[in-house]
Antibody
Framework: QVQLVESGGGVVQPGGSLRLSCAASGFTFSSYGMHWVRQAPGKGLEWVAFIRYDGSNKYYADSVKGRFTISRDNSKNTLYLQMNSLRAEDTAVYYC??????????????WGQGTLVTVSS | QSALTQPPSASGSPGQSVTISCTGTSSDVGGYNYVSWYQQHPGKAPKLMIYEVSKRPSGVPDRFSGSKSGNTASLTVSGLQAEDEADYYCSSYAGSNGGYVFGTGTKVTVL
């Protein structure tokens, strides 16, 4: 069965950096696009970034463009999110999510359980 | 990349139907047939309920249906059950510049 396990969350000071990882199993990781989606406490879902199956193209929300970088290592079945210049408004549960397609950011058919990132001094 | 607009809340009695709207623009909902709907119970990860406007993943009851007209998509839940009480989010592909966008979310209450 599909499993997505996030790690790397925690407490970080404003302006700091953090790298999230997502270990994928139960499907051919290298064949699918992957998303990061976040949800601030008590708020709605916000799409963060998407990467194509082969890493050749990446898409970002305006709110994180230039600060966050999505990447993947298909040899390790792992997705990453490098987060720099963190702000209080980046505080959220970050979900790793599998797209049903390979090329474009379309529907998510599997979600991880999320990892909490708290940006606070 | 503005969030798609959904009503904050909707409700119905068991057995009734409820319809949730999701309004975007011609750059997202109106421009592509890649509208999806997700259900989220408190403290849980979202679950895909509808994709490509009106398709249901395996295991999703046929009480859930989706449609689209112009820049507005809709999710209808027929024969409401207690377990349908949850938050619902629409989403859409928004092109190579827009990426992907979620709706503002609707809390469905079963009275």
């Amino acid at each position: 069965q599909v499993q997505l396990v996030e790690s790397g969350g925690g407490v970080v000071q404003p302006g700091g950096s953090l790298r999230l990882s997502c270990a994928a199993s139960g499907f051919t990781f290298s064949s699918y696009g992957m998303h990061w989606v976040r949800q601030a406490p008590g708020k709605g879902l916000e799409w963060v970034a998407f990467i194509r199956y082969d890493g050749s193209n990446k898409y970002y929300a305006d709110s994180v463009k230039g600060r966050f970088t999505i990447s993947r290592d298909n040899s390790k079945n792992t997705l990453y999110l490098q987060m720099n210049s963190l702000r209080a408004e980046d505080t959220a549960v970050y979900y790793c999510a599998k797209s049903s397609g390979a090329l474009y950011p379309t529907e998510v058919n599997y979600w991880g359980q999320g990892t909490l990132v708290t940006v606070s001094s | 990349q503005s969030a798609l607009t959904q009503p904050p809340s909707a409700s119905g009695s068991p057995g009734q139907s409820v319809t949730i709207s999701c309004t975007g623009t011609s750059s997202d909902v109106g421009g592509y047939n890649y509208v999806s709907w997700y259900q989220q119970h408190p403290g849980k990860a979202p679950k895909l309920m509808i994709y490509e406007v009106s398709k249901r993943p395996s295991g999703v009851p046929d009480r859930f249906s989706g449609s689209k007209s112009g820049n507005t998509a809709s999710l209808t839940v027929s024969g409401l059950q207690a377990e349908d009480e949850a938050d619902y989010y629409c989403s859409s592909y928004a092109g190579s510049n827009g990426g992907y966008v979620f709706g503002t979310g609707t809390k469905v209450t079963v009275l």
